[in-house]
């Protein structure tokens, strides 16, 4: 059925040579029974019993040869460099750069678990807290996250066989369920059969062990942030979020470092002291607030972006404001620096705005007779001069004053038929005067 190779996501992993690379670094295999049942009971194994045959060789050795270290090593090989012995002579030079912004994810994982690992572990002895039993239990979670980690591979080939399952494959969220399945591990009797694991004062004294661990130093984040570079190459074997690079010399390696997307690097942006991996560079780029653009208003100007907002509103040249006519009528918003056109080509308009507040129930004929008046006077520079209502109103009370009363249109029309009327009526009389003469 498996043929010795398993494809899975698009890789060929060929299950002898990989037991054979774990057994040589050191490292155990967990779940061992499991794997074995579910091989096992494939009637077409065939050729795999060798392989199943050296898995139960080596468990018991594996077990007694690893061995996990909480402290940074005390030998240092150089940056970004991880020798690899290789019998056949290949590359020996491995570049050792990870994501940092999902060993970093991961790392903040780590204290939460071990703290509801030890809060439920206590739960209702009277003679145990919770920070008596961390640094054992500290040792047993890297212990067991280590050996899922190392079987993950394994793991997912089981779940890809089961149509039901389903896993995420980014490596926080694998992780993130080997710190659950651990804390649940170490419940004790009390906490499973009682209603702790849905109380408020259980989420409470996790919280409190969490803060008293980060104020006593308990877990650094630098020794975390190793443990979770260790988990995340374990798992990653798509190499998605490490560098899978090797190289045969020293310089190369080094020439690679320098360019790796795995590099960790400064944002170039002044002010900015942001420090993240060269793959995540033009995300953090879209967020910088250091970042220097164009004025999203189109203005000449160019902004950093932390100050953008507070420029578009203040003190932005384009930034859109109500006419100053606005409360009399006038309904446009125009940008800041369009005010001076606005009120040039608009004046007849704003006259007739004022007008209509001056004289309130004014006929619109009326209203913009005297506005076509006013616009044609030797005053014009007065009116335009008028910035606001206010002053607007000011200039055209003035110039009225000279200009007379404002006089009705309708009544005008109604002097005018009567004029005509009685002269026609004076004609008519005269015409009948006559023809009895």
């Not at 049942?37 to 045959?53: E, I, R, V």
Request: with cysteine; charged share 25%.
């Amino acid at each position: 059925m498996y043929n010795n190779s398993i494809v899975f996501s698009g890789r060929i992993f060929d299950i002898r040579k990989r037991a054979a690379v774990l057994r040589e670094q050191g490292r155990f295999l967990s779940h061992s029974t499991k794997i074995l049942s579910h091989f096992s009971g494939d009637p077409d194994l065939g050729p795999q019993a060798p392989l199943l045959s050296l898995w139960e060789e080596g468990i018991a050795d594996d077990r007694k040869r690893c061995h996990f270290r909480m402290d940074p090593p005390t030998t240092d090989l150089g940056p970004n460099m991880e020798i690899e012995e290789m019998k056949d002579g290949g590359p020996s030079f491995h570049c050792d750069l990870v994501d940092s912004e999902v060993v970093h994810k991961i790392a903040q994982v780590l204290l939460p678990g071990l703290a509801t690992a030890c809060v439920d572990n206590i739960t209702g002895d009277p003679f145990r807290n919770p920070a008596s039993v961390a640094v054992d239990i500290r040792k047993e979670m890297v212990d067991y996250l280590t050996l899922r980690s190392e079987t993950y591979v394994a793991e997912a080939v089981i779940q890809d066989d089961d149509p039901d399952a389903q896993t995420s494959d980014h490596p926080t969220d694998i992780i993130s369920d080997f710190v659950d399945d651990f804390a649940i591990s170490k419940r004790n009797l009390f906490s499973r059969v009682s209603g702790w694991l849905l109380s408020e004062r259980r989420e409470d004294k996790i919280d409190d062990l969490v803060q008293e661990m980060e104020i006593n130093g308990f877990w650094l984040m630098d020794i975390r942030a190793a443990i979770a570079k260790n988990l995340l190459k374990n798992v990653d074997f798509k190499t998605i979020y490490h560098c899978k690079m090797k190289f045969y010399t020293a310089e190369e390696l080094a020439d690679h470092s320098s360019m790796c997307i795995f590099r960790s690097m400064n944002c170039t942006n002044e002010g900015c002291s942001s420090y993240f991996c060269a793959v995540h560079s033009d995300k953090h780029d879209a967020v910088c607030p250091y970042k220097i653009l164009p004025c999203e208003q189109k203005c000449s100007e160019s902004i950093v972006r932390r100050e953008m907002d507070r420029h578009c509103i203040t003190v932005c040249p384009m930034k859109l404001v109500n006419c100053p006519f606005h409360l009399v009528g006038c309904q446009y918003s125009i940008p800041h620096c369009g005010i001076d056109k606005h009120l040039s080509e608009f004046l007849h308009s704003h006259l007739l705005n004022v007008l209509e507040a001056i004289h309130k129930g004014g006929h619109w004929e009326d209203l913009n007779h005297r506005a076509e008046l006013l616009e044609k006077s030797s005053s014009l520079d007065l009116l335009l001069a008028a910035r606001d209502v206010k002053s607007l109103t000011f200039a055209v009370k003035e110039l009225e004053a000279k200009l007379g009363p404002l006089e009705s249109s309708i009544s005008i029309k109604d002097t005018d038929a009567a004029t005509t009327l009685a002269q026609e009526s004076n004609e008519t009389g005269n015409e009948v005067h006559s023809l009895d003469n």
